[in-house]
């Protein structure tokens, strides 16, 4: 059992280049989640999903884009970075939003925009 | 408006010493509360939850948690910490519905005195 697992570990973009950041759960989780941690802020929602095939914004959603077109599976879109993306970025997954289900994390993505 | 608040952003304890966290919490209903740690480099890893019951909760790692109501309180506790213990600390929140996300405070890093 991997968990949760985050692909790349690292990465630095160039001002207004792409990238998909992907996340794996082996947990048959139905909820995922990305956040993005930033120094003294604690994580914050960028979106999540409910199930395969759906998605939905959270706190702070501009400027990413994502898609669950597997139930295992999590894309996380940067169409043109800035570098105000820089941050670590955290997939996380539970079985069910709310009920006192717990999130399992991943190791974290961290991203540099030049 | 539902939030999560931890008022101190760091604090440093001797190796061997009692060590109190707190955090307060602002929520409509009967919340789910969490701890999680997040060692350097690492994702979140879940030390204990409350949604019911006994307000004092036990955690992996000798750590422990008191569930004030009337506090609006959720304070993490430890009798002694050791080294390893060094880490950051978030406070969450969560609730019964559907549409239900965890509310992450600003986390609380910690670090030990040899």
């Known amino acids: 059992n991997a968990g949760v697992t985050q692909t790349p570990k690292f990465r630095v973009l160039k001002t207004g280049q792409s990238m998909t950041l992907l996340c794996a759960q082996d947990?048959?989780?139905?909820?995922m989640y990305w956040y993005r941690q930033d120094p003294g802020m604690g994580l914050r929602l960028i979106h999540y999903?409910?199930?395969?095939?759906?998605?939905a914004k959270g706190e702070v959603p501009d400027g990413y884009n994502v898609s669950r077109l597997k139930k295992q599976n999590f894309l996380l879109g940067l169409e043109s970075a800035a570098p105000s993306q820089t941050s670590v970025y955290f997939c996380?997954?539970?079985?069910?939003?709310?009920?006192?289900?717990?999130?399992?994390f991943g190791p974290g993505t961290r991203l540099t925009v030049l | 408006a539902q939030s999560v608040t931890q008022p101190d952003i760091h604090i440093t304890v001797s190796e061997g010493a009692s060590l109190e966290l707190r955090c307060n919490y602002s929520?409509?209903?009967?919340?789910?509360l969490f701890w999680y740690v997040q060692s350097p480099g690492q994702g979140l890893q879940l030390l204990l939850k409350?949604?019911?019951?006994?307000?004092l909760v036990q955690g992996i790692k000798g750590f422990e948690a008191e569930f004030k109501r009337s506090q609006s309180s959720f304070n993490l506790r430890k009798p002694s910490v050791h080294w390893s213990d060094a880490a950051e600390y978030f406070c969450?929140?969560?609730?019964?519905?559907?549409?239900?996300?965890?509310?992450f405070g600003s986390g609380t890093r910690l670090s030990i005195r040899p």
């Open positions: 996380a997954s539970d079985r069910l939003a709310g009920e006192g289900d717990e999130q399992f």
């Open positions: 947990m048959n989780h139905e909820y």
């Open positions: 999903s409910v199930g395969e095939g759906t998605t």
């Open positions: 929520y409509g209903a009967t919340p789910y």
């Open positions: 409350y949604f019911s019951g006994d307000t």
């Open positions: 969450a929140v969560g609730g019964i519905s559907s549409a239900s996300k965890i509310i």
